[in-house]
Nanobody, 120 residues
Framework: QVQLVESGGGLVQAGGSLRLSCAAS????????MGWYRQAPGKQRELAAT???????NYADSVKGRFTISRDNAKNTVYLQMDSLKPEDTGDYYC??????????????WGQGTQVTVSS
């Protein structure tokens, strides 16, 4: 059974920083892309950032220059460093990963979410 467990959310003032972590555990053969999505209150879930197994990154325009995604393949962990936070960054942040657990089939997994609140 594969699990993604996030940590690092919390309350921060505008202009501050937070670092989110997401560790994948269980029976894992390979992890392809990993990423962070977020969902603001009353809005749809949206992409924040992704990183593939080779380290290529992709960011939503709204977070470019402020957020940095990275991964530690030895620890099956993805990070999201969030700097210069704005109130509009408030929401639930979800970790996502495409993982091959058994056999040739790759599946998409989601974490349970961690809350980020940015006060003005």
């Amino acid at each position: 059974q594969v699990q993604l467990v996030e940590s690092g959310g919390g309350l921060v003032q505008a202009g501050g920083s937070l670092r989110l972590s997401c560790a994948a555990s269980g029976t894992i053969l390979t992890i392809n892309a990993m990423g962070w999505y977020r969902q603001a209150p009353g809005k749809q879930r949206e992409l924040a950032a992704t990183i593939n197994s080779g380290g290529t990154t992709n960011y939503a325009d709204s977070v470019k220059g402020r957020f940095t995604i990275s991964r530690d393949n030895a620890k099956n962990t993805v990070y999201l460093q969030m700097d210069s936070l704005k109130p509009e960054d408030t929401g639930d942040y979800y970790c996502n990963a495409r993982i091959r657990a058994r056999g040739p089939i790759e599946r998409e997994y989601w974490g349970q979410g961690t809350q980020v609140t940015v006060s003005s």
